[in-house]
């Protein structure tokens, strides 16, 4: 059930059967040569979207925008200031809470995204206090950190599945967008791998975008692989969450 999609009045009949919301969350950025640059918000949602075909869950529109300041040297990153993405996800977490919602399940599709949200879910406890029986339940789940998904990309690709622009992910992205697959050959094949500072530091080390991968590999099938693995650990664990089962 997409939330966007959804009446109030169906929104107030969810809520007597589960008080739990998946929000996907990803970034706007620039993926490589053949990486597209919705990949980390393309990604998040069509995993929200499997999970929703599994369980019955309501699925809040993506939040498109993430921490993407260190691409700001590639054209078409669009980023939020660290503080700006605490903001915006407290005050959703806020609304959706004055709603009787209760558990908040991010599924995340961006590495820069992971200090500012985490740093948004300690300021929610916090303002909860410690008297509140209430107090909300929020998880973020990192699609591509998930075992099964590092196991296959290191059995499909070794090292060549890279740091940035992966292959995993973009293979995921052209399953979620095939009329958008990009056949472009790479120089060298994989990408260097190192340290990155700021955005101007991070072109001039990397500059077709890529860190450490080569995303030619990326296929439809391959993506398919991907997508259906994350789509039954993440509902099994968004399961254990909303049950209280959680590590
Ligand atoms: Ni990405």
Known sequence: ??????????????????????????????????????????CPTRIASGIEEKVEVLVAPTINYGMAQHHMAFP?????????????????????????????????????????????????????????????????????????IG??????????EGHHATVSEVALSYFAHPEAVKDVAMSPEIAPNGEIYDAVDYRRKFPDGRIGSNPALATVADGEKFYRLAVDSLATDYKAFTTGDAS
């Open 1 to 42: 059930m997409q939330l966007a999609l959804s009446t109030w009045q169906e929104v107030e009949s969810y809520l007597e059967r589960s008080t739990a919301i998946i929000i996907p969350i990803g970034s706007t950025e620039q993926h490589g040569p053949n990486g597209l640059i919705g990949t980390d918000a393309i």
């Open 76 to 148: 078409g990153t669009i980023t939020l200031k660290p503080s700006t993405l605490i903001h915006l996800v407290q005050d959703v977490v806020t609304s959706l809470q004055q709603h009787g919602f209760t558990h908040f399940y991010f599924i995340n599709g961006h590495g820069g995204n992971i200090a500012p949200v985490t740093t948004a879910f300690c300021e929610i406890y916090h303002a909860s206090g410690t008297s509140n029986a209430t107090t909300p339940r929020c998880r973020l789940a990192n699609w591509w950190r998930d075992e099964v």
């Open 151 to 160: 196991k296959l990309a290191a059995d499909l690709y070794g090292e060549a």
